[in-house]
Every structure is written in structure tokens, then in C-alpha cells.
Nanobody
Framework: QVQLVESGGGLVQAGGSLRLSCAAS????????MGWYRQAPGKARELVAR???????NYADSVKGRFTISRDNAKKTVYLQMNSLKPEDTAVYYC???????????WGQGTQVTVSS
């Protein structure tokens, strides 16, 4: 059963924009933090941005001022608006959802973002 459905990846030229979406299934309840990670070839997975249930956000230094994370709690969906994209943003982007209680993380299947120079 797919519990996190991602969409919005693709190929874009440098300077362009993309918007990623990630919807959690109804089976996922008590959602706390929602976020996005990315993994480029040969590199470790890294945090891109995260947003708490209270709306507090954190961003990687490399994306501050260019990316914006938001969430719609009623839809159990998190978004990542990516502007001024750079070739170094090329990676597989993964949605992550953390629930309250005994900590547990759900991961999306990943969506490819490719930025051409």
C-alpha cells in the first residue's frame, strides 16, 4: 500500500521553478513533521526543508530564499515550491512524514528533479 504519493518532479532549466507535492494516505494519522529530503548521485541523503504541525519551518542553507515549504493539514499534503533552481539541486527528492507518539517516519518513493545548465 502506497502511503505517501509524490508528484511534481521533472526536468527544468536553471533559473526555472518546480512545485513538489506529497499527499499522505488516510491510514497515516497524528502527523507531526512533514518534510523533504534529497539525494544526489554518490551523495548522502540530506534534509531540504521541514515544517512542523505548528507551522515552524527549517531549511538547508543551500536552499534558503529559493525554496518554500508549506502544508495543508486538511489534505495531509506537503508542498515544496522550488524557485531559481540550480544544476546542483538535481537529485531524487523524498517526502518524509513523522507521526506523534513513538516516533515513526514514512518515506515517499522519491521523485526525480533534474536542472539543466
Amino acid at each position: 500500500q502506497v502511503q505517501l504519493v509524490e508528484s511534481g518532479g521533472g526536468l527544468v532549466q536553471a533559473g526555472g521553478s518546480l512545485r513538489l507535492s506529497c499527499a499522505a494516505s488516510r491510514s497515516i494519522v497524528n502527523i507531526n513533521v512533514m518534510g523533504w529530503y534529497r539525494q544526489a548521485p554518490g551523495k548522502a541523503r540530506e534534509l531540504v526543508a521541514r515544517i512542523t504541525s505548528g507551522g515552524n519551518t527549517n531549511y538547508a542553507d543551500s536552499v534558503k530564499g529559493r525554496f518554500t515549504i508549506s502544508r495543508d493539514n486538511a489534505k495531509k499534503t506537503v508542498y515544496l515550491q522550488m524557485n531559481s533552481l540550480k544544476p546542483e539541486d538535481t537529485a531524487v527528492y523524498y517526502c518524509n512524514v513523522e507521526i506523534w507518539g513513538p516516533p515513526y517516519h514514512y518515506w515517499g518513493q522519491g521523485t526525480q528533479v533534474t536542472v539543466s545548465s
